[in-house]
């Protein structure tokens, strides 16, 4: 007992500070305020959140390996047809029913897609609340916390879902669509807080060292790289847990409206997030090769022909990698060994001036690129 009502006297202040937020005008003269406040905010919601994940015990479902060229999360309400659609891209039997969670455990199956393997995971539902532990949702967000992309499956008749499913992730630490702001904190033994800016930052001295404060952080360089950086990224930076991961929404259950319905949805969601979402049917199996095409082009797939020291490219069966990979990267996934014994790799392809250039571990590779790497034994 005593412990549900320290989660309810948590809620009750989560509310409390989230109102003082909205009804605090915003100006010069408010936001160190503001930002305390923002820090404390998080700092609560990231306890409870970090106790509710800590708190599976890995239970049967929720273990899942990761395998493939990537792993990709169907995150949506219980009953939006998950099930359906991993069915329909994998071939993977996910028990499918007309009534709210279905799915206990969670469910992988295993696409192949232009030459890419790509694990695909059927979660339960999440709900309102998830974030904070509500239905199933710690041990969903501890699966959702490892994926290399998310698809927001919403369906037409409950398309508000989206919103909600948007905030739990944000609550839960999960970053959609947008890269890692490139800020240090580093912690010293005196000294105060000392701000340094590389880029048109927007935070200033004061808001840093009132955000910082609410984490008894007080002696502290802060380094911050790039430009647009305000004070939800240096929040994001203090708590330290923060999964930052691509996401797109595909909207379910099309076959079932009219044509002007459809596109009413499609403005209401190009409103809210400035993007179309991709309209299926899992069921009549409506789109499902545009998703399929989303699916490779978000996780940033590259194909690498590899060539044998004097022998033929391999031009039917290419390596998979991730765009920004490294002959390192190849390497590493060639052989263990390959790195300690690299000598040096010719490529011929997009990614150099002059075919059968050498190159170092270092060189990016790019789309299409044959490449030999040459070791010392």
Known sequence: MPICIGKMELEEEIRSIEDEIRNTKYNKATSQHIGRLKAKLAKIKDDM????????????????????????VLVGFPSVGKSTLLNKLTGTESETADYAFTTLTVVPGLMEYKGAKIQILDIPGLIAGAAMGKGRGKEVIAVVRTADLIVI???????????????????????????????TIKKTASGGIRLNTVGASQVRIDDVRAIL??????????????????????IDAMMGNRMYIPAFIAINKVDLIKDEERKVVEENMREKYGVDPIMISAHAGYNIDKLQDAIYEHLGFIRIYMKPYGEDADMEEPMIVRKGSTIEDICRKLH??????????????????HDETKVGLKHKVADTDIVTIVTKL
């Open 336 to 353: 263990r060994d390959f790195v300690d014994q690299f000598r040096y790799a010719k490529i011929w392809g997009p990614s150099v001036k």
């Open 153 to 183: 499956l919403g369906d037409v008749f409950n398309a508000v879902h989206v919103d909600v499913l948007m905030r739990e992730l944000y609550n839960s630490g999960i970053r959609i669509n947008k890269p890692k702001p490139d800020i």
């Open 49 to 72: 959140v970090m106790r509710a994940i800590k708190s599976v015990g890995g239970g049967e479902g929720y273990a899942v390996k990761k395998s493939g060229d990537g792993t990709i």
């Open 213 to 234: 404060s609410e984490n008894k952080i007080m002696n502290a360089d802060v380094l911050v790289r790039g430009k647009n950086v305000d004070q939800d990224d240096i």
